[in-house]
Every structure is written in structure tokens, then in C-alpha cells.
């Protein structure tokens, strides 16, 4: 079964800064390009971040682009997003999600970030 | 970046019940359109990719349909556990974006 799993959230003082990781299983993690996609309280999902299969093309929201960078270790089946300069419109659960062809196939449950004083 | 709008926001049927959910594209996205399905305090699920075709292991009462900027999703016999947050995403163009979402809640 196609899974992965999201960690490194918590409760962080705004202009603190966070890294989130997100764990693959059951498929080859490094044939895929995956997003990272978050949703605020009460609110719709908002696409976050990019990162090809070899790491090639990497893109960013606009709204993060300059605090966030995305990353992969295919040897280890993992991707990690490295937040900076944290603000409270980042307050969020933060989904992977793995990449068909620029649709969403496999989500994880996601990962709480809080930003807040 | 491409707006998509979904209608209604909200959504109240009963159980076997046919449901029609719409998301219309601020421009063309041609069939590059997929709906997801998310149930409260779980992620969200593909159900449809490029406007027609459904996702592996969805049932065959969801269907899509559309092309260009005016997209439906249809649920042809509501069952209990079809009530959940309903998203369209489009994958035209650079970014992807989502619609805001149609709550499909129990009448």
C-alpha cells in the first residue's frame, strides 16, 4: 500500500522557523514528483510546494517562495520542507502528497503547524 | 493564476439522492481537471483526473464530466459516507489551484 507519513509540526513563535519531513512507503518514492499542500483552519487547500523526481524542477506558492525550500532524499525515501521566517497566515496542516501527473493520487494525514506568539 | 469557483457552497441532499457539483475555471483548463474528496479531520482523496476518469477503487456512482471552464462532478446515489468536502484542482496551468470547495451535508 502507497503511504506517506508527515512529521515535524508544532507550535513555533512567528519569524521561528520549522522543518517538516514526510516519509514514503510502498511505492518508488524516486520515479514520482511530489507537492506539498496545506489548509488553514476552517479554510480550502492551498498548494505549497513542488519538487520533481530527481529533484530537477522545484517551484513554490508565491506566498512562500524566499521562506520555504523543498527537498528530497531518494536514497532514503523522504522529502523535507525547511520553513523560515514563519508567519501566522502559515498556521496550517501541511499534506504531501505524491504527484500523477500533476493531479494528487497518495496524501498523507498531514502535520499541525502553529505559528503564534 | 486560474480561479476556480465552485457552486453551491453548500450542499443539503438526503441519502440516495442525486448530487451535482459544479466548478467553473476563470479560463480554459481543457480536461485538466481532477475533484477530491475530503471527510472531516482526514486528507483529501482523489476521486476524478482530467475531468472524466476515475481514480483507482472509486465507486462507479461518481462520475465527472466538462471541459474547457465548466466542470461537474455527479454522484448519481448518495451513501452515508459520500457527505464530505468536495475540492476541483486544476493542473492547466502553473500553479495548480484548487476551488474553495462544496460541502455536501445530510438534509
Known amino acids: 500500500e502507497m503511504q506517506l507519513l508527515e512529521s515535524g509540526g508544532g507550535l513555533v513563535q512567528p519569524g521561528g522557523s520549522l522543518r517538516l519531513s514526510c516519509a514514503a512507503s510502498g511505492f518508488t518514492f524516486s520515479s514520482y514528483s511530489i507537492n506539498w499542500v496545506r489548509q488553514a483552519p476552517g479554510k480550502g487547500l492551498e498548494w505549497v510546494s513542488y519538487i520533481s523526481a530527481s529533484s530537477s524542477s522545484i517551484y513554490y506558492a508565491d506566498s512562500v517562495r524566499g521562506r520555504f525550500t523543498i527537498s528530497r532524499d531518494n536514497a532514503k525515501n523522504s522529502l523535507s520542507l525547511q520553513m523560515n521566517s514563519l508567519r501566522a497566515e502559515d498556521t496550517a496542516v501541511y499534506y504531501c502528497?505524491?504527484?500523477?501527473?500533476?493531479?494528487?493520487?497518495?496524501w498523507g494525514k498531514g502535520t499541525t503547524v502553529t505559528v503564534s506568539s | 493564476e486560474i480561479v476556480l469557483t465552485q457552486s453551491p457552497a453548500t450542499l443539503s441532499l438526503s441519502p440516495g439522492e442525486r448530487a451535482t457539483l459544479s466548478c467553473r475555471a476563470s479560463q480554459s483548463v481543457s480536461s485538466n481537471l481532477a475533484w477530491y474528496q475530503q471527510k472531516l479531520g482526514q486528507a483529501p482523496r482523489l476521486l476524478i483526473y482530467?475531468?472524466?476518469n476515475r481514480a483507482t477503487g472509486i465507486p462507479a456512482r461518481f462520475s465527472g464530466g466538462g471541459s474547457g471552464t465548466d466542470f461537474t462532478l455527479t454522484i448519481s446515489s448518495l451513501e452515508p459516507e459520500d457527505f464530505a468536502v468536495y475540492y476541483c484542482?486544476?493542473?492547466?496551468?502553473?500553479?495548480?489551484?484548487f476551488g474553495q470547495g462544496t460541502r455536501l451535508e445530510i438534509k
Open positions: 502528497a505524491k504527484a500523477k501527473n500533476y493531479y494528487m493520487d497518495v
Open positions: 482530467d475531468a472524466s
Open positions: 484542482q486544476q493542473r492547466s496551468n502553473w500553479p495548480p489551484t
